[in-house]
């Protein structure tokens, strides 16, 4: 995980959040269980999807994760469309107050066409295993998310692709989240090999290790983040 971090100051969050007081759906009117009484959090949900605001809100949260998966860090565009979920933090099944904030808000992949095609393949139950991040997590509750600044103490990779908790919490989040489903692992795998080795498939001096340490994170002219750079950055102070 990568941290994200919030802007409450932006315009367009502004916006979204003076819509979402203007018809009593923020997390103070909900507290009041005679606002909107019959109200869960999932139609809470279904109505904000429909403001105006909704939209702009989407562009600032693809903005602020650098365009890649709040968990996994895959890319949220695929050659034929933005592939993406609004993710809730806290589920929104479990808390509707704060089913339609913004600082419950973050961007999750979308399974790709291949994921799909592999699950329709198999039984239902083996299917899940297909599932990753949004998919996968469900209605559960994660103990570390992308907003607590230190997530990324929490989890390890190696240059398999592999990721492993330091301790049960982060255990139990993986599993929740699927992090080690084969997918993930495979695409991890391959972001990796592409940083840490030359074209003879062997492991960079030092040097050219450290001078990717000091670039992996940076975002590209566009704005995005590479596939996995938090990943990768792990995984090279490990080899150092």
């Known amino acids: 995980m990568k941290h994200i971090e919030k802007d409450f100051g932006t315009p367009e969050v502004l916006d979204y959040e003076n819509e979402l007081k203007k018809n009593l759906l923020d997390k103070d009117s909900l507290s009041d269980n005679s606002v909107h009484p019959t ?19 989407k562009k ?18 695929y050659p034929k ?16 107050t704060i089913a339609g904030e913004y600082e419950n808000f973050l961007l999750s992949c979308r399974p790709t066409e291949a994921e799909e095609k592999n699950r329709q393949k198999v039984s239902k139950k083996e299917g899940r295993k297909f599932f990753h991040c949004d998919k996968s ?3 559960e509750v994660i103990a ?7 997530c990324h103490k929490y989890f390890v990779y190696d240059e398999f692709g592999g990721v492993k908790g330091v301790d049960t ?7 929740t989240l699927n992090l080690n489903c084969k997918w993930l692992c495979d695409r991890r795998l391959a972001a990796i090999e592409g940083e840490i080795y030359d074209d003879n498939f062997e492991l960079l001096p030092d040097d050219e290790l450290r001078q990717r340490l000091e670039t992996i994170m940076n975002k590209d002219a566009t704005g995005k983040y590479a596939e996995f750079c938090f990943v990768v950055k792990n995984v090279i102070e490990g080899l150092l």
């Not at 109200?39 to 809100?57: I, N, R």
């Not at 600032?60 to 565009?77: A, P, S, T, V």
């Not at 933005?82 to 509707?96: G, S, W």
Request: aromatic share 10%; proline share 4%; net charge negative.
């Open 60 to 77: 600032i949260l693809f903005d602020e994760q650098g365009g890649i998966c709040c968990y996994c860090g895959c890319r949220l565009e």
């Open 169 to 175: 919490k982060a255990e139990k989040d993986i599993e």
């Open 137 to 139: 997590k469900d209605s």
């Open 39 to 57: 109200m869960k959090g999932k139609h809470v949900y279904d109505t904000v999807k429909s403001f105006s605001s909704f939209e702009k809100l």
């Open 81 to 96: 469309q933005p592939q993406y979920i609004v993710e809730h933090v806290f589920p929104k099944e479990k808390d509707r």
């Open 144 to 150: 570390i998310t992308p907003l607590q600044i230190d």
